[in-house]
């Protein structure tokens, strides 16, 4: 299930699996149609790691070069949004979110063409195929 973007430019996704299969699913994905993953931060993971717990919690930062530089050629702060983030966590009830920042938001936020959010939302409305 798809929300409109929050007041904060969020779009927040309920994902049809687990963290683990979403990220998985995320990459393979990303791959197909030439997206790159530049870091994938477990936070779960790194918890354990300081000897702390937490739901499962991940972070993959993507995008695709020949989209993004335009946009910062344009103007550098874009740098601060991009690459894109998709965040993918579980809830208490043990529901599994994907969220993202939107790509009239981004645009927004730098004041760049209203038209440079289709170079974004190519990339971000594939977080849609592994949505419920």
Not at 25 to 38: D, M, N, Q, R, T
Not at 80 to 86: A, G, I, R
Not at 107 to 116: I, K, N
Request: charged share 15%; hydrophobic share 50%; proline share 6%.
């Amino acid at each position: 299930m798809a929300f409109p973007a929050t007041e904060k430019g969020v779009v927040l996704l309920r994902a049809a699996q687990d963290v683990p299969h979403t990220i998985h699913k995320l990459k393979a994905l990303f791959a197909e149609h030439g997206i790159s993953v530049f870091a994938h931060i477990d936070f779960s993971s790194d918890a354990a790691q300081a000897g702390m717990s937490m739901r499962q919690e991940q972070l993959l930062l993507f995008g695709n070069p020949k989209s993004g530089t335009p946009l910062m050629q344009a103007e550098p702060l874009v740098g601060l949004d991009l690459p894109l983030k998709v965040l993918v966590w579980d809830d208490p009830a043990g529901a599994t979110w994907m969220a993202s920042n939107s790509a009239d938001y981004i645009v927004q936020r730098h004041g760049l063409p209203q038209a440079s959010a289709s170079a974004l939302q190519g990339a971000l409305s594939l977080l849609n195929q592994l949505a419920l």
